[in-house]
Antibody, heavy 124, light 107 residues
Framework: QVQLVESGGGLVKPGGSLRLSCAAS????????MSWIRQAPGKGLECVSY????????NYADSVKGRFTISRDNAKNSLYLQLNSLRAEDTAVYYC?????????????????WGQGTLVTVSS | YVLTQPPSVSVSPGQTARITCSGD??????AYWYQQKPGQAPVLVIY???ERPSGIPERFSGSSSGTTVTLTISGVQAEDEADYYC???????????FGGGTKLTVL
């Protein structure tokens, strides 16, 4: 069955860095666009970044542009998010999510399957 | 780009709950709905305005009219108490945007 397992979260000081990972299984990873979506404590959902199946297209929320970098390794069935210059407002649960198969070639459209998330806390 | 949802909706068991989501680009872009229970990841309950994924109960339905889309839950059950988020694309069709979420309370 489809599984998405995030890791790499933790406590980091403002200005610090983290690398999140998402291990995918149960489907042909290289066929699907992938995204990172975050949820600050008690708040709503925000699509932080997405990457198309072959890494041709990436996009970022304005709130993280220039600080976060999304990447993937289709040979390892893994998705990554490099978080740099972290701020207190980046504190959130970060979810890895899979798009549906066969949709738009340039964006995910929607999020068909989600991981359980990993918590990033930015605090001194 | 903003998708606007009411912060909360309350219904009694067995009644019908309607949660709206408004946005200027909704006449041109599909809408999607997610259910999120406390401590859990969101789950897709409606896609492309009105399609229901396999495994989602028939009491969940979606509709669209102009700049507003609606998630309807007929015969609400206690287990439907959750936060519900709409999602669509921005007006340029290049980025995915979520509404602020609606907390459904089953009285």
């Amino acid at each position: 069955q489809v599984q998405l397992v995030e890791s790499g979260g933790g406590l980091v000081k403002p200005g610090g860095s983290l690398r999140l990972s998402c291990a995918a299984s149960g489907f042909t990873f290289s066929d699907y666009h992938m995204s990172w979506i975050r949820q600050a404590p008690g708040k709503g959902l925000e699509c932080v970044s997405y990457i198309t199946s072959s890494s041709t297209y990436t996009n970022y929320a304005d709130s993280v542009k220039g600080r976060f970098t999304i990447s993937r390794d289709n040979a390892k069935n893994s998705l990554y998010l490099q978080l740099n210059s972290l701020r207190a407002e980046d504190t959130a649960v970060y979810y890895c999510a899979r798009a549906p198969y066969g949709g738009s070639p340039t964006r995910p459209e929607y999020f068909q399957r989600w991981g359980q998330g990993t918590l990033v806390t930015v605090s001194s | 780009y903003v998708l606007t949802q009411p912060p909360s909706v309350s219904v009694s068991p067995g009644q019908t709950a309607r949660i709206t989501c408004s946005g200027d680009a909704l006449p041109k872009q599909y809408a999607y709905w997610y259910q999120q229970k406390p401590g859990q990841a969101p789950v897709l309950v409606i896609y492309k305005d009105s399609e229901r994924p396999s495994g989602i109960p028939e009491r969940f339905s979606g509709s669209s009219s102009g700049t507003t889309v609606t998630l309807t839950i007929s015969g609400v059950q206690a287990e439907d108490e959750a936060d519900y988020y709409c999602q669509s694309a921005d007006s340029s069709g290049t980025y995915e945007v979520f509404g602020g979420g609606t907390k459904l309370t089953v009285l």
